[in-house]
C-alpha cells in the first residue's frame, strides 16, 4: 500500500552541485507530476508526464530537467543547483481523467547552501 | 487563465467552532475543483472533490463544500472544528478533462484550532 514514493526525504546541496530526486508510483497512473512547495505560494507545477514516454513544461521549469524511465518512475534532475532552489518537492500521479485526484508523495526537503 | 484564490492565510477557531475555509475560483468552462489538506511534513490528502455530479460535496473527516457556479465559490466547511483539524488546507482546480489534469492551486490557508 505504497501509493507515491519519494527518495531522498531530505537533503543539503551546495551551489552547483547537481542532484536526481526519485519519484515511483504503484498504481498503474498514466499521469505523474514533480511540484514545489513555498511557503505563502501553494504548489506551482514544475514538470509532468501525462503517460509513459511524454513529458511538458509546467509553470516554474527553469533549472530543471525530468525522466519518464517508465510508466512507474518520474525523476527531477536539478544540473545545478541554487539557492533559490531551496524547497519542499512532491511528486503525484493520477489517473490521467480530470476527475481523477492526485495522489501525493511524502515530499523532498532540499536545502541548497 | 485558470486560477485560485484562497481568502485568509491563517484561519483560527476555537474546538467545536464552524470552520469555513474560502475558496474563489476563475475558470472559463466547467472545473473540477479539489480540497487537499497537508499535515506537517506529510503530503497532499484528498479531502473531497467537485465533478459536477452533486454542488454539494461530502468528504472525509466531517468536511464538506458547496459548489456555487453563480459565485465561482468552493467553500470547505466543518460543523464542529477537532484538534486534529488543525493543518494547511489547498483549494485546486482543472479545467480540463481527458488525459490528464493539470491542477492550479490556491496559496493554501493555515487552519489553527485552540482548545
Known amino acids: 500500500n505504497a501509493g507515491v514514493t519519494q527518495t531522498p526525504k531530505f537533503q543539503v546541496l551546495k551551489t552547483g552541485q547537481s542532484m536526481t530526486l526519485q519519484c515511483a508510483q504503484d498504481m498503474n497512473h498514466n499521469s505523474m507530476y514533480w511540484y514545489r512547495q513555498d511557503p505563502g505560494m501553494g504548489l506551482r507545477l514544475i514538470y509532468y508526464?501525462?503517460?509513459?514516454?511524454?513529458?511538458d513544461k509546467g509553470e516554474v521549469p527553469n533549472g530543471y530537467n525530468v525522466s519518464r524511465l517508465n510508466k512507474r518512475e518520474f525523476s527531477l534532475r536539478l544540473e545545478s543547483a541554487a539557492p533559490s532552489q531551496t524547497s519542499v518537492y512532491f511528486c503525484a500521479s493520477s489517473g490521467g481523467d480530470g476527475h481523477q485526484p492526485q495522489h501525493f508523495g511524502d515530499g523532498t526537503r532540499l536545502s541548497i547552501l | 487563465a485558470q486560477s485560485v484564490t484562497q481568502l485568509g492565510s491563517h484561519v483560527s477557531v476555537s474546538e467545536g467552532a464552524l470552520v469555513l475555509l474560502r475558496c474563489n475560483y476563475s475558470?472559463?468552462?466547467?472545473?473540477?475543483l479539489f480540497w487537499y489538506v497537508q499535515y506537517p511534513n506529510q503530503g497532499l490528502q484528498l479531502l473531497l472533490k467537485?465533478?459536477?455530479?452533486?454542488?454539494l460535496v461530502k468528504g472525509i473527516n466531517g468536511f464538506e463544500a458547496e459548489f456555487k457556479k453563480s459565485e465561482t465559490s468552493f467553500h470547505l466547511t466543518k460543523p464542529s472544528a477537532h484538534m486534529s483539524d488543525a493543518a494547511e488546507y489547498f483549494c485546486?482546480?482543472?479545467?480540463?478533462?481527458?488525459?490528464?489534469?493539470?491542477?492550479?492551486f490556491g496559496a493554501g490557508t493555515r487552519l489553527a484550532v485552540h482548545p
Open positions: 467537485y465533478t459536477s455530479a452533486a454542488t
Open positions: 485546486a482546480v482543472t479545467p480540463f478533462s481527458g488525459g490528464y489534469n493539470k491542477l492550479i
Open positions: 475558470s472559463s468552462v466547467p472545473p473540477y
Open positions: 508526464s501525462a503517460s509513459e514516454g511524454t513529458t
